[in-house]
């Protein structure tokens, strides 16, 4: 079922989304060679608190996992999403993507973006920079009266015209009641098919992208999906709404 919201509940869900914006970068301030991921989880925690949000990660399940130990999602290199906080130490020429969801007055907001930890590869540099532009080459195509799959196909082919991968087995979703809404989001499709968009939706799109194939797996954690190839990959999200027939940016700052 694809909620649409009304301009009060889309209210409720920009509060959530700017306790994530503001968390992330407030991370990325202190994304640093020597620094875990623990460490950063932490911060986030402690600031979403002082917000008055809560976690939408921690806690979490789904089907047949263990409940997500960490307030954030932190992915290192051939991490693509849904990396565990823990001792990891990070370092020199590592991309990192922090992922974040926040809920409070029961509307959900969530986002994503990755960092570059200090000094990096030229290739690395570029896959984020075409991985967040892809993101907002899908972000365009989230208008009324467009379709699902016109996001989708924008994302595919501007990653793929720049020589990366899409990843396949992971999409995007409706966010705001909660934190996985329908309707599904891929990064590839073919245009002017899936559901009709409408005012007053709200949705998280979110490329991941990889330098190599695209293929992924799970790691043994049960929550942690790597690159099959061991490449780098890189992940950009936004919550959107779709109001006055245009795509509003909600995980903003």
């Known amino acids: 079922m694809i909620y649409v919201k009304t301009k009060k509940e889309i209210d409720y869900i920009r509060e959530s989304c700017k306790i994530v914006a503001e968390t992330l970068q407030l ?11 623990l460490e950063l989880d932490r911060i986030a925690d402690d600031y979403i608190q002082s917000q008055g949000g809560k976690s939408a990660f921690k806690g979490y399940s789904q089907a047949g996992s263990f409940k997500f130990p960490g307030c954030i999602c932190a992915s290192v290199d051939d991490e693509v999403v849904h990396g565990i906080p823990g001792g990891r130490v990070l370092n020199e020429g590592e991309i990192i ?34 991985t967040e532009k892809s993101l907002y080459e899908g972000i365009e195509q989230a208008v009324e009266g467009n379709r699902i799959h016109d996001i989708s196909f924008a994302v595919q082919k501007y990653v793929e015209e720049n020589g990366f991968s899409i990843v396949r087995d992971l999409c995007g979703h409706g966010v705001g009641k909660y934190l996985h809404e329908d309707p599904s989001i891929p990064n ?66």
Not at 27 to 37: A, D, E, F, N, S
Not at 204 to 231: F, Q
């Open 27 to 37: 991370l990325k301030r202190y994304v640093k060679p020597g620094i875990t991921t």
């Open 97 to 130: 993507s922090l992922d974040c969801g926040v809920v409070k007055n029961r509307y959900f907001g969530d986002a994503a973006l990755t960092v570059a930890v200090g000094e990096i590869s030229a290739e690395k540099q570029r896959l984020m920079d075409v």
């Open 188 to 253: 590839f499709g073919k245009r002017g098919t899936g559901a009709l968009l409408k005012n007053g939706m709200t949705i998280a799109i979110e490329p991941m992208v990889n330098y190599g194939k695209y293929s992924v797996r799970m790691a043994d954690d049960g929550w942690t999906i790597l690159t099959y190839d061991a490449s780098p990959s890189a992940h950009f999200e936004h919550t959107v709404a779709i109001d006055g027939g245009k795509p509003e940016i909600l995980t903003v700052c």
